[in-house]
């Protein structure tokens, strides 16, 4: 029998943590749960969380291209949409992009650290056909 999980939680390393952590308990409205100088734990949904750690205390390195992308999984993606345009920011597209191959409807902005941070809408259940 596999044991229990509780939920996940993906660190991304910053130079600046400070700007890191406004864009996400400011702009995005997730919900700060740990805040120490050197990490910051945030909450996006029921059991989802996203830590930001201070490249200087972490165990990894800040790369200049970055390799990960967190996907927020949402009811309504154009409604995300008009609301982070709302807030300054520049999504990657002027519009939505529907995909054929999985059905989703998704934007994506870059977050202070440069690291992708993308708003899917699945129009089938994981985008399947």
Not at 60 to 71: C, D, N, P, T
Request: net charge negative; glycine share 8%; proline share 3%.
């Amino acid at each position: 029998m596999i044991p229990e999980i509780n939920g996940g939680l993906m660190f991304m390393y910053y130079d600046e943590i400070g700007e890191a952590a406004k864009f996400y308990e400011e702009i995005l409205g997730f919900e700060l749960k740990l805040d120490r100088d050197w990490v910051k734990i945030f909450k996006y949904a029921s059991d989802c969380h996203v830590g930001l750690v201070d490249v200087s205390m972490g165990s990894h390195k800040v790369m200049a291209e970055k390799s990960a992308r967190l996907q927020i999984m949402v009811e309504d993606a154009q409604a995300w949409y008009e609301y982070v345009k709302s807030k300054g920011l520049k999504p990657s597209k002027d519009e939505l992009k529907e995909g054929v191959t999985l059905h989703i409807k998704a934007f994506s902005v870059e977050d202070p650290g440069g690291y992708t941070v993308e708003f899917c809408e699945y129009t089938t259940p994981y985008g399947d056909s």
